[in-house]
């Protein structure tokens, strides 16, 4: 066995589930496993989202480390399922360095997501957030319109030539909120705010403050204020994207979005759920059951909410639920939780409260602002503590059924 290209062929595995969207603590455990699987006497893992070390120590031979570089990250839930499997095999059978090659290219050369299924996932998650926050029909067909154009054909350019969040999120936030507000004053659409709100979520990563809140509490300290930055970052490139779009277009927020009726919202969390999960590349019959969970979580929330009228207490309960439904999910369908925890946990995720946060900062209105920065605070740690409940009980039963 020649260990040298062992831990090479490992590291580009976990690497490939980083850039994939798996959660660093995961991909790290997946390759001490996959490494420990094999005769060594010494392993160490490493590894955040943009860098992995490790080192090994074959019984009788000498100590081995390898860095890679983790350039850019995305989501690509198909390719993580694949390389998930891959690695359960790998600690089952231990191939050979040159099978190992051999299946993982192959998860590599998988049918990319069909077009129409990428231009599908992006309308009913920006659509399906756009109804949530209180869109008319004329308001979903615009945002259907701005989706298939803007988000989906002219954020495929511009994903081939720019790898940076922050520009990325720039440019399609002043496209997608300047159609808005455009066809707006054309008479295409009664509350354009809102469509900007719905087109918006397609991009806020706000379950990055999530997970990184849930990594500090872990003690994963530089992974968790990676995942923090990073999902500012990209809220406040919005914001300006969005700022610069009203100040351009005469446009503006003219309100906080309006709640619908409850069956609207049900529906719309479902639909958008599943449109996420398509976003991120997952199957088919994975973001069906997304759906389900998100549809799930959101009457979570309402009922906890109805009873208590405490959103921390309703937050954290959608939360739970979403951690455990997650847990079960990915027993059955033998896939990584994180596809149906980062899909169904959206209709929970403060992207709208992200937004508004940055957007008082922009405009100066630092009161409103203020305010909304302790409504994300609470929400991001409620979501947190719910994530954490759950693994830590799943974590004792596991415990006492061994």
Not at 150 to 172: F, P, Q, R
Not at 173 to 189: D, E, I, P, R, V
Not at 326 to 347: G, Q, V
Not at 384 to 392: D, K
Request: hydrophobic content about 50%.
């Amino acid at each position: 066995m020649d260990y040298e290209l062992l831990l090479n062929e490992i590291i580009n595995i976990g690497k490939e589930m980083i850039k994939s969207g798996a959660e660093t603590d995961r991909a790290e455990d997946s390759m001490y496993r996959m490494l420990e699987s094999y005769d060594l006497e010494q392993c160490s893992v490493f590894a955040i989202q943009s860098d992995i070390q490790a080192t090994i120590k074959p019984r009788g031979g000498h100590f081995i480390t390898q860095i890679r570089r983790v350039h850019k990250t995305g989501f690509n839930y198909d390719r993580l399922d694949y390389l998930n499997n891959l690695s359960r095999q790998i600690c089952r059978e231990r191939p050979s360095v040159e099978e190992i090659r051999r299946r993982y290219t192959e998860v590599l050369n998988r049918k990319p997501q069909p077009r129409y299924l990428q231009y599908t996932a992006a309308i009913l998650g920006g659509v399906g957030f756009g109804v949530y926050f209180g869109c008319d029909w004329l308001d979903a067909l615009v945002a259907t319109v701005i989706c298939a154009v803007v988000e989906v054909y002219l954020g495929n350019i511009l994903d081939k030539k720019e790898h940076g969040l922050v520009v990325y999120n720039l440019v399609l936030a002043f496209l997608s909120s300047a159609a808005a507000f455009l066809l707006g004053k054309a008479g295409l659409g009664h509350h354009p705010d809102r469509i900007v709100l719905g087109l918006n979520m397609v991009l806020i990563s706000g379950l990055g403050v999530a997970n990184g809140i849930r990594d500090v509490l872990k003690r994963a300290y530089l992974s968790g204020i990676i995942n923090i930055m990073n999902a500012c970052l990209g809220a406040i490139a919005i914001a300006c994207g969005t700022g610069l779009a009203m100040l351009i277009f005469k446009g503006d927020m003219y309100e906080m979005y309006i709640a619908p009726s409850i069956a609207v919202q049900l529906i719309s969390c479902g639909v958008a759920s599943m449109g996420f999960a398509l976003v991120f590349k997952a199957a088919v019959r994975q973001s069906f059951y997304a759906g389900i969970g998100g549809l799930i979580n959101c009457a979570c929330y309402l009922i906890v909410q109805y009873f208590c009228s405490n959103d921390f207490a309703a937050v954290m309960a959608g939360a739970a639920f979403v951690a455990a439904y997650a847990y079960f999910m990915s027993r059955i369908h033998r896939a990584p939780a994180t596809i149906f925890l980062t899909t169904s946990i959206m209709p929970l995720i403060p992207g709208a409260t992200l937004f508004y946060l940055m957007h008082g900062l922009v405009q100066a209105d630092y009161q409103a602002a203020s305010g909304q920065t302790i409504l994300l605070a609470q929400t991001c740690l409620a979501v947190a503590f719910g994530f954490l409940i759950v693994e830590i009980a799943m974590r004792y039963v596991g415990e006492r059924k061994v």
